[in-house]
């Protein structure tokens, strides 16, 4: 059966940040299933991969703020709005069966347009990573739990990217029948084959420079490195304003990466990978990409998601810098365990990870929506 799917990013488009890489790769991946795709976003993005087959629609191109940053801000409200008449017409002129949306403010859209079936794809718990953003972080914490507790559950399908956030849904409210797990998935066949070599790696960082990220770890994680292997370089590859970057790490070598292909090309070169975040709700995409590149990756416990330790990368406890830099200067130093880890990697990517059984287990679960959906009305839609 060809469905008929909005998929719903409340966010700039396209921006190679992990969350928007999550929207376009899973609309690609149910567009591959033979699915029409209508992807629905704000009127902005950077310049970019758009030309990847899938109808764009984007809300009225307000006089407002255009940042591409993650988190909230004053703009936000009023894209968020303009979005919902974008998806109202989607709905109509389309004949939409299913809205796929993406994020809080994607499923806020999606229930604001009274589009239905809504099937939600989770990207965190708003009470993590909401306190990230605001000084008073115990309010916006107690803020980002109800949320948690009155969002997710009026969605008629819940998709969770790991089994933690899983668990802290159903907690939260949401049937168990209507959450699945559905992790991110990667094409291994869009990074190039990994090669090493004998020198010392650089550590790699990639992605946004947002305090959930916590970049203050490996900032501290790199002195205590440097203490160990003196010649040990860091590369800061990012989409960031480059001066915001330099002040964060002033003895960095920065990368402008303003697009997906560019963070390729970083990818492509030897280098061991750090994420330093903490934060246990979202599903570092970044990793992802480290993997599917065959690129070995230190990370914390509680965002190491697709990470095993010492068979596809190397897991340190939460905030521990002296671990951290530990296992960096393992990697930095020795390629025959770069080698090892990042082969390993990149496999694992490849069979857990599939794109076309990503999106098999989206379309079933669209799909069933729909029949839900359907039942509930007691006729087929026309």
């Not at 009225?60 to 409200?77: Q, Y």
């Not at 939260?172 to 990667?186: E, L, N, Q």
């Amino acid at each position: 059966m060809t469905l008929r799917i909005a998929v719903v990013g409340a966010c700039p488009y396209p921006v190679p940040q992990g969350s928007q890489v999550f929207l376009r790769d899973t609309a690609s991946a149910l567009r591959d299933r033979g699915h029409e795709v209508h992807l629905v976003v704000y009127a902005f993005g950077r310049v970019g991969e758009e030309g990847d087959g899938l109808a764009v629609h984007r809300c009225a191109n307000l006089p407002l703020g255009r940042r591409t940053a993650a988190g909230p801000s004053l703009a936000k409200p009023a894209y968020d709005a303009a979005l919902v008449r974008t998806l109202r017409r989607v709905v109509r002129e389309h004949r939409i069966d299913a809205v796929y949306a993406h994020n809080y403010e994607g499923l806020a859209v999606a229930l604001a347009a009274r589009a239905r079936p809504v099937v939600y794809q989770a990207h965190n718990a708003m009470a993590d990573e909401l306190p990230y953003y605001f000084r008073w972080k115990w309010a916006a914490g107690r803020f980002g739990g109800r949320l948690d507790r009155w969002l997710p559950r009026r969605a008629d399908r819940v998709i969770a990217p790991h089994a933690a956030l899983a668990e802290y849904l159903l907690a939260c409210g949401c049937r168990p029948a209507r959450v699945s797990v559905i992790a991110p998935a990667v094409d291994t066949a869009a990074f190039e084959p990994p090669c090493y070599g004998d020198e010392p790696a650089p550590v790699l960082y990639t992605g946004n420079l947002d305090g959930y990220q916590n970049l203050g770890l490996l900032a501290e994680a790199m002195g205590r490195l440097r203490a160990r292997v003196p010649e040990a370089r860091l590369i800061v590859a990012t989409a960031a304003d480059g001066g915001t970057a330099r002040t964060r790490f002033p003895e960095a070598e920065i990368v402008a990466t303003p697009d997906f292909a560019s963070v390729r090309r970083v990818l492509a070169t030897d280098a061991v990978v750090a994420c330093p975040r903490v934060s246990w709700s979202g599903y570092p995409i970044k990793l992802l990409n480290a993997m599917a590149a065959g690129r070995p990756a230190v990370a914390c416990r509680s965002a190491a998601h697709p990470l095993d330790d010492d068979a596809t990368g190397l897991v340190v406890d939460d905030g521990d810098a002296e671990g951290f830099a530990e296992a960096l200067a393992r990697l930095v130093t020795e390629r025959g365990l770069r080698e090892r880890l990042g082969r390993a990697a990149r496999e694992a990517a490849g069979a857990r990870h599939d794109p076309a059984a990503a999106g098999a287990a989206l379309e079933g679960v669209i799909a069933s929506a729909c029949g839900a959906s359907e039942g509930r009305r007691g006729a087929p839609r026309p």
